[in-house]
């Protein structure tokens, strides 16, 4: 597996450490909830990623792109997600009510991951690139390894920016710079929303 990895990973590390739609989002909720309150996110994230890639590795769900449709649903019901999130950090940051922004949970990670349609337009791309010739179980322990090279290069780019934004929070521990965090995070989560949509 040595000579697809290391290529592989070239590949991956601009498109997983570069500022995008999951790096803001871990990183805004590093910084507004601390490094460890994002592992729970972080952890569904990349279990419904490693799932997925597998999957569209083999070939299910490759159909995506003839169904237009399917994928535009998909970018707006994850417009409406973060929006709403980022709507929860920005009236926390308003009221200065905790109770109106929570960390985000194993489940927010998923369906962050599920309806992202940009993560299975980058499967798509890797595997275009990177696609097995080998047949029989050969080819299912290959996708698998390509799989899970894919998901921990990503995992550990999303710690990377949950860190950055955990360390950024060390700014704003005083109540007036805290409410002001929330709000620039919460509205940094919108543009996340915004660029997803129009993108």
């Known amino acids: 597996m040595l000579p697809i990895t290391?290529?592989?990973?070239?590949?991956?590390?601009?498109?997983?450490?570069?500022?995008?739609?999951?790096?803001?989002?871990?990183?805004?909720?590093?910084a507004r909830f601390g490094f460890r309150s994002t592992l729970n996110a972080n952890f569904g994230y990349h279990l419904a990623t490693l799932i997925v890639t597998y999957m569209l590795?083999?070939?299910?769900?490759?159909?995506?792109?003839?169904?237009?449709?399917?994928?535009?649903?998909?970018?707006?019901?994850?417009?409406?997600?973060?929006?709403?999130?980022?709507?929860?950090?920005?009236?926390?940051?308003?009221?200065?009510?905790?109770?109106?922004?929570?960390?985000?949970?194993?489940?927010?990670?998923?369906?962050?991951?599920?309806?992202?349609?940009?993560?299975?337009?980058?499967?798509?791309?890797?595997?275009?690139?990177?696609?097995?010739?080998?047949?029989?179980?050969?080819?299912?322990?290959?996708?698998?390894?390509i799989s899970l090279v894919f998901t921990l290069n990503n995992m550990v780019a999303f710690f990377f920016w949950a860190a950055i934004g955990d360390k950024i929070a060390g700014l704003f521990r005083e109540e007036k710079t805290a409410r002001t965090l929330n709000v620039i995070l919460g509205s940094m989560l919108l543009l996340v929303a915004i660029w997803m949509a129009v993108a």
């Open 57 to 145: 590795g083999i070939g299910f769900g490759l159909g995506l792109s003839h169904a237009p449709t399917l994928v535009t649903v998909l970018r707006y019901l994850g417009v409406l997600y973060v929006g709403y999130l980022a709507w929860g950090l920005m009236r926390a940051g308003i009221e200065n009510n905790d109770k109106q922004a929570k960390h985000a949970s194993f489940i927010d990670g998923i369906v962050l991951l599920v309806l992202n349609p940009k993560a299975y337009i980058i499967i798509a791309l890797m595997f275009s690139q990177f696609q097995p010739a080998s047949e029989g179980v050969q080819f299912y322990y290959t996708i698998g390894w």
């Open 6 to 30: 290391i290529p592989l990973i070239l590949f991956l590390f601009p498109l997983a450490y570069s500022p995008g739609p999951g790096n803001m989002f871990f990183a805004a909720n590093g």
